[in-house]
């Protein structure tokens, strides 16, 4: 086989608008991390090559392969949630982690991509007839999960999955006199919610509508970043030049605020490439959920399309001081290794069903 | 069974997602908006709080200016040395912390104690010293054991120190922690970006008083630092400016020879140069070692000071009021002589005793002085003639008078905690008394007025600067004990007070016959004794100042308790004919003038004209000497 056949079959799945705007993003990512920690580029290099590999296979399965995993992965997720709030390790004051001896595994990582998975596979199964009882089984199959992970705690891994659940259910069609019905009943549960919620995320809550009341305590980090996105200004303090950055006054600079490192370097210009890089991704993969030819491919490219723009939104929303802290990392600039992963399983998802459209056709 | 309608149902799905898409598009715009506001609206705002995030204003401060006695002889210096310092915010359980160190470091008591007192003082976060001047062992040995101690450090400091230690503590002062009474003195001065990192402020005395002069210009260095508070890299450096310094119009060594003088007695003395009114001695016995309170008094120590019997803490000087006794008399002679009241040749009959409104005022002289003229008057200190005169000038013309030569008035000396003293006079006394019977003047009152006695009240320094400006003809000066301050940038000098206040009136012949009196007293009358063999002419005048009240009993020195002995003064000035040197001597419940207070001045001219140094205090006088 020749180089050029080779090269072919490895590209063969990629879908290239898609993989553009991915490698745009990741490049950007570099550009930012190795400002905001130079020490951790090599790491995510590996990190980024892991998760194109793992992008690659995605793309190569097909949906119809998919649907036979759905049912079995959803379900060894939720066992292993069950089995994190039995046996997990407790780090930072949440059970999140599962020791499997020579690995140590985040499972509410799994929902992410299972729970649209599953959701998509049964309202397929049930094409035929939806009918309300079909919704709320689908909204039972949600929030199982949702609430072992938000009991962990862990509200911003919880918001992302109900978030999924929730895009597929939308998007099957679940009428709109529920949907407003279901959002005047959330208003009104909303003083419930807040007796069940943590301390700390009450005060996060809190934190958001007056950052300035605890300025050294739970207010920091909202202030500091929001002085670091000012000072930044239109063009930017330059690569590196970032104060609020480098001299630290920007907490977990290269994960969860990295937003801010890259708004106070590269100022408005920056930002706003940021912004339309993943319009333009959310787009395509808008596209692709609009051209697929199934139910179970529509819902499920639907739900990742708009699970990215929820990453996103909510990540740059709480940096910017317009959203509650929550942990969730920038999609495809933040360093580390697990949510980049889940992301470009993601995209190697899309690019199956853009690739397959045909084929399920035929 | 309905019918499904694949088209319809793409049509819907894709309805949801162009909804969807609204929404996404709504959402970035939102972001978008609030980021023009931050980075462009806002800009200005946040880069403000960046830079103020990034850069520390970190005070160096300055130097103190030095404070030198007119020859240059060092009275306030300032050293370097090694504190230990806990600062309590940091250093979780202080008892802990500071039995700990205790293991490895000397910590007394005492310094225990005075930690405690500063933390009561000082706010959480300040570094508060709990041992000061380390050795350089106790310096390594620290070193060694810091990681067991976090909130604990050594710093190099600048101490003030006072090498003549109690000498001249009244004139100096001292310097303490800063106290919220002092960050009042400063916002008066709009000095607090000066006083940044400024631990200590002048208290009393000099100290006090130059207080911005001595202080110095405060350096910054300005620096980057991080999240942490850690200095990063400086940015620029603009350096302390040593503050100013004093240089006295005090003799360092006259002060001690005048200190010594008076032994282990109460009393003060202030001594002028006539022709400039610089203060060459200021002494308040007993003083206080000002070195305790530099890094803050121990409890015991002050309250040993403030306890005292003694107090040490009061500057009589300035402070104290006293009867000028006989010492009033030269004045009263020459205010006859002014106002033409008396002439130099007219005589009186001293029998003894002197009677007004049927009570009689006694003379110190049993049987009294017989014929007495203005010479003999002051020679001897015929109360009687004073007596008659007081009641001949009236009490008006005596004060208008005396306030001339400033008393009963703050004469202005530049350290603070002056007291005015009282110069009786009708107006004087409608002030001060509340009821309308008492604030009628009684012609009776007057009397006792001319021998320095009843309402008459004194300040030493006023006393001092009295006989200055007789000495000096006349010409006044405001008393001052700084000469110059020194610009240690420049090397420039700012002369202090060069200009007389004003020059009294006065006619030389009417001086003359005073002056040639206070010759005769030192010469063959009260002041002999002790100016006996003296190698230059000087003019003094004793006095015995009442502090408790005889009712017409003969007073005797031994029938009294110590505390209720009467003081002793003395005024003088030498050489007579041109004079380098006038002063005032109080020796508090002393007994007689010329027994107490009269050696003290002998030492004190005996040493600053010819150098004589002391072998001992000067010695009272143990003779039972008839009148004062």
């Not at chain 1, 009104?188 to 807040?194: H, T």
């Not at chain 1, 920091?220 to 006054?249: D, M």
């Not at chain 2, 062992?137 to 990681?147: G, S």
């Amino acid at each position: 086989m020749s180089m050029r056949a080779l090269w072919q079959r490895l590209a063969a799945p990629i879908d290239p608008p898609l993989m553009m705007m991915a490698a745009l993003l990741l490049g950007y990512a570099l550009l930012v991390v190795s400002s905001a920690s130079f020490e951790r580029v090599g790491a995510q290099l590996i990190n980024m090559l892991t998760a194109l590999l793992v992008m690659r296979l995605a793309a190569q399965v097909s949906p119809q392969k998919m649907m036979y995993f759905a049912l079995p992965v959803f379900v060894a997720g939720v066992l292993l949630l069950v089995a994190v709030a039995l046996f997990g390790d407790v780090s930072k004051g949440a059970r999140r982690w599962l020791n499997l001896g020579f690995m140590r595994i985040q499972p509410s990582e799994i929902m992410k991509i299972a729970m649209p998975l599953m959701l998509a596979w049964y309202f397929q199964r049930h094409e035929t007839y939806l009918r309300l009882r079909e919704y709320v089984v689908a909204a039972l199959i949600l929030l199982l999960p949702v609430a072992l992970i938000a009991k962990q705690p862990d509200l911003g891994t919880a918001l992302l999955v109900l978030a999924a659940g929730f895009y597929v259910i939308f998007l099957a069609g679940l009428s709109w006199k529920v949907l407003i019905g279901l959002a005047v009943s959330a208003v009104a549960m909303a003083p419930l919610v807040w007796s069940m919620l943590h301390d700390y995320q009450r005060s996060r809550i809190l934190t958001l509508l007056d950052p300035e009341a605890d300025p050294l305590g739970k207010g920091f980090h909202i202030i500091q970043s929001t002085i670091a996105i000012g000072s930044g200004g239109i063009l930017g303090k330059g690569w590196g030049q970032g104060t609020q950055a480098q001299l630290e006054f920007i907490p977990e600079r290269h994960t969860d605020f990295i937003f801010a490192v890259l708004s106070e370097e590269f100022g408005l210009i920056g930002c706003t490439l940021l912004l339309i890089v993943y319009a333009l991704l959310i787009g395509r993969g808008m596209m692709i959920a609009a051209n697929a030819p199934t139910l179970f491919t529509r819902l499920l490219a639907g739900s990742i399309t708009l699970i990215f723009f929820t990453y996103a939104f909510v990540n740059m929303g709480m940096v910017s001081g317009i959203l509650p802290v929550v942990g969730i990392p920038l999609p495809f600039i933040s360093y580390g290794g697990t949510s980049l992963t889940t992301l470009f399983l993601g995209i190697g998802i899309l690019m199956s069903i853009h690739k397959h459209r045909m084929l399920v056709q035929k | 069974m309905e019918f499904r309608n694949p088209e319809q149902e793409i049509e819907g799905f894709q309805r949801r997602l162009t909804f969807a898409g609204g929404l996404v598009l709504l959402s970035f715009f939102l972001l978008f908006a609030r980021l023009v506001w931050l980075q462009v609206i806002q800009h200005d705002y946040y880069q403000t709080r960046a830079e103020d995030n990034r850069i520390s204003l970190v005070p160096i401060l300055p130097n103190r200016g030095l404070i030198l006695d007119r020859n240059g002889i060092v009275m306030a210096r300032n050293y370097s040395a090694y504190t230990l310092e806990i600062t309590p915010s940091r250093a979780g359980d202080l008892e802990t912390a500071i039995d700990g160190l205790a293991q490895i470091i000397d910590i007394q008591q005492k310094d225990r104690k005075r930690f405690r007192k500063l933390l009561e003082e000082s706010k959480n976060f300040e570094s508060l010293p709990i041992r000061t001047r380390l050795s350089d062992e106790e310096v390594a040995k620290f070193i060694a054991h810091r990681y067991r101690f976090p909130g604990v450090d050594i710093k190099a400091r600048l101490f003030r120190q006072y090498p003549y230690n109690e000498s001249a503590s009244h004139l100096l002062g001292y310097i303490g922690r800063i106290n919220d009474r002092d960050i009042g003195r400063i916002e008066e001065k709009d000095a607090e970006p000066n006083y940044r990192g400024t631990e200590h402020f002048g208290k009393t005395g000099l100290e006090l008083k130059y207080e911005f002069d001595l202080h110095g210009q405060t350096g910054f260095e300005k620096v980057e630092i991080d999240a942490g508070g850690r200095a990063v890299r400086m940015l620029s450096r603009i350096p302390p400016v040593t503050g100013n310094n004093l240089t006295l119009t005090v003799d360092a060594k006259l002060q001690e020879v005048a200190e010594q003088a008076f032994g282990d007695r109460r009393g003060a003395l202030v001594a002028i140069e006539p022709a400039t009114g610089g203060i060459l001695a200021l002494v308040s016995m007993p003083g206080y070692d000002p070195n305790l309170f530099v890094d803050g008094i121990d409890p015991q120590n002050w309250d040993a000071l403030n306890n005292s019997p003694d107090k040490p803490m009061v500057n009589r000087a300035l402070n104290g009021t006293y009867p000028p006794g006989s010492t009033f008399k030269p004045y009263m002679a020459l205010a006859a002589l002014e106002i033409g009241k008396r002439t130099p040749q007219q005589t009186i009959f001293d029998p003894g005793s002197y009677t007004f409104g049927g009570h009689v005022f006694r003379d110190d002289k049993k049987g009294g002085h017989g014929t007495v003229d203005m010479y003999k008057s002051i020679v001897q200190s015929c109360d009687t003639y004073y007596y008659m005169l007081s009641n001949d000038m009236g009490i008006d013309n005596i004060a208008n008078f005396m306030r001339k030569f400033g008393f009963g008035q703050r004469t202005g000396v530049d350290v603070e905690g002056e007291s005015e003293g009282v110069l009786p006079s009708q107006e004087w006394k409608r002030k001060h008394f509340k009821k309308a019977e008492q604030q009628r003047w009684f012609a009776g009152e007057t009397i006792s007025i001319g021998i320095g006695q009843g309402y008459n009240s004194y300040t030493p320094i006023q006393l001092a600067q009295a006989i200055a400006t007789l000495a000096n003809d006349g010409v006044m000066f405001r008393p001052h004990i700084v000469k110059f301050i020194t610009d240690t940038r420049t090397g420039s000098t700012i002369p202090i007070e060069t200009q007389p206040l004003r020059t009294i009136p006065l006619k030389p012949q009417n001086l003359e016959v005073i002056k040639q009196a206070l010759i005769g007293v030192n010469k063959e009358g009260t002041g002999a004794r002790a100016f006996a063999g003296a190698e230059y002419v000087s003019a003094g005048k004793t006095g015995t100042a009442q502090v408790y009240s005889l009712k017409g009993e003969k007073y005797t020195e031994g029938h009294v308790t110590e505390r209720l002995r009467d003081h002793a003064l003395f005024i003088a000035f030498a050489p007579a004919d041109h004079p380098k040197i006038a002063l005032a001597v109080l020796v508090e419940n002393g007994g007689f003038g010329a027994q107490a207070a009269a050696p003290i001045a002998r030492q004190v001219l005996d040493y600053y004209l010819l150098g004589k140094q002391p072998k001992a205090a000067a010695p009272a006088d143990s003779t039972e000497l008839e009148e004062d």
